[in-house]
């Protein structure tokens, strides 16, 4: 069975671990997220900073347990890809329970990026 194995769990990484099952669904898809956080709109902070959006949870798109259950994705919460041996096809990942593998036939990274300030402090609210 082909596997498929995404580094990070937001609306990059989600949105392909979704088109991956619609058009393959029998494919494996394992998502490794290394926070408890999947598929927010980051897009959409500033607003739940400022106050136009009531509760983060509204800036959620996909529940862990929707990407589970309805769409058949196997998604590791709290797991963090440490290291990749593309020549192996392993990921090397760090949890709880310790070290661990995980192997793959197509690897996709979609861990985002961090913002370049360009020296100028950053604060959330003044």
Known sequence: MTKV????G?????SA?????????????VVLEKSRHISYASCGIPY???????????LVALTPRQAIQDRGIDLKL??????????????????AAGTSEETYDYLLIATGA?????GIPVSAKE
């Open 78 to 95: 709290n797991h963090e890809a440490t290291g990749i041996q593309p020549a192996e096809k392993r990921v090397i990942v760090q949890s």
């Open 48 to 58: 739940y900073l400022e106050g136009a959006v009531s509760s983060i949870e509204k």
């Open 10 to 14: 937001n609306a990059a990484g989600m």
């Open 17 to 29: 671990a979704s088109q991956v099952k619609r058009l393959k669904p029998g494919w494996t898809v």
């Open 114 to 118: 961090s913002p370049h300030t360009g």
């Open 5 to 8: 194995l995404i580094i990070g």
